[in-house]
């Protein structure tokens, strides 16, 4: 698969140094190109350019930006009709203390209605940076990547993606099921950092 | 402890089940007292009687309950204050579809406004019964219940009476957080049943 990476943060650097070692060829977008570049090049086998490079050349765009720039990150980004858009953002409130969107309506389902004709898949929200950058191998077994999407064929990429970086996928139905990923998301932050258990916790589906 | 289980359908025989082995004194009350004493009987150590009975006998009072009967339930416990009421529901619509309450409140929060002097804790919302009626072991290990509340002490006595029938207690902080915890609940029910795995699954925080 051809994966963006948009956004050189710390999730986005977490993406970009676990898929560089998989078999997809991953281009790395960002607002400071040559950053991106200089990444790329540490990384090895990756390519760096700006958001519209790296969105151009993908078939998966992991937005790994954050919420309050979204809106600005996929104007930036040009056409991306027909194209997997990855939404990991947890949409907090400027204050973190909670959820800017919800309920009703998601981060997840706000993109999709900015940009119809991609295939929007919420995922990875509820993975620390810290357990991206790191092992995602727990004592208990892989990190869960829960997963919602309204097409089928994207949510598999998307899965394959998180199965390639070794985490375990779970389906968890159409895009609207972000309106209980994202709570999941704002959980972990509550409890990574209100709670002090720090940011290297995961979640797991356990099952018999 | 002295504990009430209000409500004797999936959860309340659940808990009944679990609780009758331990060392705390259980009451269970039914709007049907008949079958709430016949149940007590058959586990051997606890006692059965009106919902009334069983919470005038408690410290710790659970309510097995419906969200939708909720408010009816509350008003027939009698005088609650100063107890520590464990609010377990999930507020789905009445097509299962969704929340009924969610972002800017919860059904724990709702439940805390109908009886004020109540120490409101929420807990065991993503534990099935199904698991609660067979064994909370997993392969990984234990599920967890994640548990909220306003009073520090009342959260405690949560903790207990979830360690002690077999769980891993998680506190996830102020009764608010059940904004959080409650579409974790919902979460579940989808995977378990929308996305068909079954409800022999539970939830567990893995840290490093």
């Known amino acids: 698969m051809k994966v963006a990476i948009i956004g050189i943060v710390n999730m986005g650097t977490g993406f970009a140094k676990s898929l560089d070692k998989t078999k997809h060829q991953v281009f ?3 607002r400071n190109i040559e950053k991106a570049k200089e990444m790329a090049q540490s990384l090895g086998n990756s390519q760096g350019g700006s958001y519209k490079d790296a969105a151009g050349f993908a078939d998966v765009i992991i937005l790994a930006a954050p919420w309050h720039s979204m809106k600005d990150v996929l104007n930036a980004l040009g056409d991306v009709s027909g194209k997997v858009l990855v939404d990991i953002c947890n949409p907090l409130t400027k204050d973190f203390s909670g959820l800017d969107v919800g309920f009703t309506t998601s981060a997840a389902e706000e993109i999709a209605k900015i940009v119809p004709g ?3 898949v919420k995922a990875f929200n509820t993975i620390f940076a810290e357990v991206l950058q790191s092992s995602h191998k727990f004592e208990e ?3 869960d990547v829960f997963i919602c999407g309204d097409d089928k064929d994207a949510k598999e990429m998307v899965s394959e ?3 390639d970086s070794g985490y375990e996928p779970v389906d968890c139905g159409a895009l609207s099921a972000a309106r209980w990923l994202e709570p999941l998301g704002m959980l972990n932050i509550n409890l990574g ?3 002090k258990m720090g940011a290297k916790i995961a979640f797991r589906l356990m099952r018999k």
Chains 1, 2 share one sequence.
């Open 141 to 143: 077994g892989l990190a």
């Open 28 to 30: 790395i977008g960002s």
């Open 161 to 163: 993606l998180a199965r």
């Open 118 to 120: 991609a295939k929007v």
């Open 193 to 195: 950092y209100m709670q």
